[in-house]
């Protein structure tokens, strides 16, 4: 009768065939696993000891069908490599590997913005914070947890943004998301099931974001921009304004400080919300930071931040800092149970409570900063008709192009292997703005290696 049997070393699946003896049904398995394609050239056996310990038989007789399936060429033994698959053995038809799908060449210089430089990431200090996170965790933390997040991360995320932000949070309003995207899609949920229908939103912006609200049901229209940036006060018969309030993306410039205070007027006097993408608050060069419009109206406003470009975007970390009476709600869209694994959690809270957090931050501000001040001179030097803006905070800078070049300048970069986003792409179909010709430069994805590389490749391109 065929049997099965799965190996203490190296897992494999084996089913012996006829009635020739233990020794011949293992070799015409492994034979047939083999020449049907299931165990691939270069592939590792277990050991004959471990083989003939898991499915309960002699040593002998495993390593006496090894030596014959070496001798026929299916397998090959070398002291100190194993038993393998040989290479060179006949493939079935459709089991050959098929040659991978061509795709367009990957650019050499990439300055598309919202990503910062991923080779800076602070590996060391990390994994010394995994580490004393995971040492002193209790063991109902690797559980299933509490929907807001782990307490110890809402803890020490409304330490830091009260010093670094001037948020008013408490622990108990604060819900851990797996990023911007999730929040934000829970927010959605909950806006469309209170009855909102309309969330306004920046002439200039994501249109992944506005495709999430639009998602949940939601109407997306524009709100107006002029000289002094977002105009938001008075988005008509919005329920809630998402808004950039500290460095407007990707136009660079803050909330002016008259249109800050008549949103929250609004807010306050229509119950309305204002949601406030905090995306990059810690980045600040030329001046004093400028804090989160939370601080004005912790009851009106929902605050978001994510570790995504101050850390790296792939740690999936984002926090909302909600007014009270929307806390519960947030909590019953998010589920019965925490989605963000509790040890980036943990690793994060460590990260902030150790200064580590603080230390890095300022640590990439500065050389933010140095790359900013790079790319402005080389463009006001090589480019005098392009004006750079929207670089007293942020990760990348916006280059004003003379009218009517945008277009033919990003198929330039395409063709000296630079990617680069045209103002364009952020433009809110609704807009009422006149269009500007522009590049919206991200200067904190190329590792220090390459800026040099890709400033030159820039500067090339530009009128």
């Not at 392009?386 to 009218?403: D, E, F, M, Q």
Request: charged letters at 20%; aromatic letters at 6%.
């Amino acid at each position: 009768m065929a049997r099965s049997w799965a190996t203490l070393g190296v897992d494999l699946h084996l089913e012996p065939t006829g009635s020739g003896g233990l020794r011949r049904g293992l070799t015409d398995a492994l034979r047939d696993a083999v020449r049907t394609g299931r165990l691939a050239p270069g592939t590792r056996l277990p050991s004959s000891r471990s083989l003939a310990a898991d499915l309960g038989i002699a040593r002998n007789t495993v390593a006496e069908a090894y030596a014959d399936l070496v001798a026929e060429g299916w397998l090959t033994a070398r002291q100190g490599s194993g038993t393998r698959v040989a290479t060179g053995v006949p493939t079935p038809p459709g089991t050959a590997p098929t040659a991978p799908r061509r795709t367009a060449a990957r650019p050499r210089h990439d300055l598309i913005p919202g990503t910062p430089d991923l080779a800076a990431f602070p590996r060391t200090e990390w994994l010394k914070a995994t580490r004393r996170a995971l040492a002193t965790a209790p063991f109902h933390a690797l559980g299933y947890g509490d929907p807001r997040g782990r307490p110890e991360l809402r803890t020490a995320l409304a330490g830091y943004l009260a010093r670094a932000r001037g948020v008013r949070a408490d622990p108990d309003t604060i819900v851990v998301t797996a990023g911007f995207s999730h929040a934000l899609t829970l927010l959605g949920k909950v806006l469309r099931a209170r009855g909102v229908r309309t969330v306004a939103v920046e002439s200039y912006g994501l249109d992944v974001h506005w495709a999430l609200l639009r998602g949940a049901g939601l109407a997306t229209p524009a709100l107006p921009y002029d000289d002094l940036g977002t105009d938001p006060r008075e988005p008509g018969e919005a329920g809630a304004v998402l808004l950039t309030p500290a460095h407007q993306f990707p136009m660079g410039t803050p909330l002016h400080p008259d249109r800050r205070a008549a949103v929250v007027a609004w807010a306050r006097r229509t119950g309305g919300l204002v949601l406030e993408d905090d995306y990059d608050g810690e980045f600040r060069y030329d001046r004093q930071p400028v804090g989160a419009l939370q601080g004005l109206a912790p009851d009106r406003v929902v605050y978001l931040g994510t570790a995504s470009k101050s850390l790296a975007p792939g740690l999936r970390l984002g926090w909302m800092v909600l007014p009270p009476d929307l806390a519960a709600a947030v909590v019953t869209a998010k589920g019965q149970a925490d989605t963000v694994g509790a040890l980036e959690q943990l690793t994060l809270a460590e990260f902030l409570t150790s200064g580590a957090y603080d230390r890095h931050v300022r640590s990439s501000r500065l050389r933010y900063r140095h790359r900013r001040d790079a790319l402005t001179a080389a463009v006001t030097a090589r480019a005098p008709e392009v004006r750079v803006t929207g670089i007293s905070a942020g990760l990348h800078a916006v280059l004003r192009l003379p009218p009517g070049t945008e277009e033919s300048v990003v198929q330039a970069a395409v063709w000296q292997g630079l990617a680069l986003h045209g103002l364009s792409v952020h433009r809110h179909p609704q807009a009422v703005t006149d269009p500007l010709d522009a590049l919206v430069v991200g200067y904190g994805t190329p590792p220090d290696s390459a800026w040099a590389g890709a400033l030159e490749a820039l500067c090339r391109v530009l009128p």
